[in-house]
């Protein structure tokens, strides 16, 4: 759409310039375009185009903060939802465990919410494999984090429960499931409001649970949803949407590049 289409020429110009750029400031900033700039072209769809984009931002983060450091996580998190979204589940977990293991020993610290969407991401990763005990134990820790760092009725503790609840829905464990899109549903109508459509959406799910004198009898609980829809967690951990990107590159130019010529030139 127009908007897509005017944030890739914006980011186009403004890594055209930042690479031209004496200044100290401009590969770090650089690094931060091309990392957004590749979530951009991960959004059309353009995978191709985004991992080669990644991987020149996972370079110059490595080289400019060293390869511990959690922007550079990001960076390897992005790229596992790049190969998730191609199906290719390996690589994709490869960069989410590599992700993961630099959040747990960076500055930030092990509780802190961007760990809880990279194992999330993990855990949904997991889950299509399969490997049900193993998306458990990681969406549980998740909700663990988000619990601690951003209190029990953050509505990401809600994406939490809805993640746990599918997987015991999709394991036929009818009854933990119900628990948990009860405990969801309060959450969202506490900050979404009654008439929100994520209010609806949970509202659906309980409507397919069994009634709670039926939980205890296999022939009146209903079949699991099969065409559950999983709560994905698309967003990159630290580095800002691209719909917000306009106003971002304008201050790109403004801030390294203020009073360049180059930047009245298109791409």
């Known amino acids: 759409d127009g908007k897509s289409e005017n944030a890739e020429t914006g980011f186009k110009r403004a890594i055209k310039i930042l690479e031209k750029s004496p200044q ?3 590969r770090a900033y650089l690094a931060t375009a091309l990392n957004n700039f590749a979530g951009l ?4 769809g353009k995978y191709v185009e985004a991992t080669e984009i990644y991987a020149r931002s996972l370079q ?21 939802q790049v190969y ?5 589940c ?8 590599a992700a993961i293991a630099i959040y747990e020993k960076s500055s930030l610290g092990p509780d802190h919410p961007w760990l809880a969407t990279a194992l999330t991401n993990l855990g949904l990763l997991l889950k299509a494999k399969g490997m049900y005990t193993e998306a458990s134990t990681h969406f549980q820790r998740a909700l663990e984090i988000r619990t601690e760092s951003l209190g029990e009725g953050h509505p990401d503790v809600a994406v939490s429960l809805d993640n ?8 036929g464990n009818l009854t933990e499931a119900k628990s948990l ?3 969801m549903l309060e959450i969202l109508k506490r900050h979404r409001g009654i008439d929100h459509p994520d209010v ?5 799910k309980l409507s397919k649970m069994p009634r709670d004198e039926d939980d205890t009898d296999p022939k009146k609980r209903p079949r699991p949803n099969s065409s559950t829809t999983e709560s994905m967690e698309t967003e990159r951990p630290s580095d800002i949407k691209w719909e917000a990107m306009a106003p971002y590159v304008e201050q790109v130019f403004r801030a390294v590049i203020d009073g360049n010529d180059e930047r009245k030139k298109d791409v």
């Open 41 to 44: 072209l991960s959004d059309q």
């Open 24 to 26: 100290s400031q401009s």
């Open 60 to 80: 110059l983060r490595k080289e400019l903060l060293g390869e511990g450091h959690p922007d550079v996580a990001t960076v390897l998190h992005d790229l596992g």
């Open 164 to 171: 746990l609840a599918q997987l015991s829905e999709s394991q």
């Open 90 to 97: 390996d690589e994709a977990e490869i960069k989410f465990d």
């Open 84 to 88: 998730r979204s191609q199906g290719m």
């Open 200 to 204: 609806a959406a949970c509202r659906k």
């Open 181 to 183: 899109y009860k405990n």
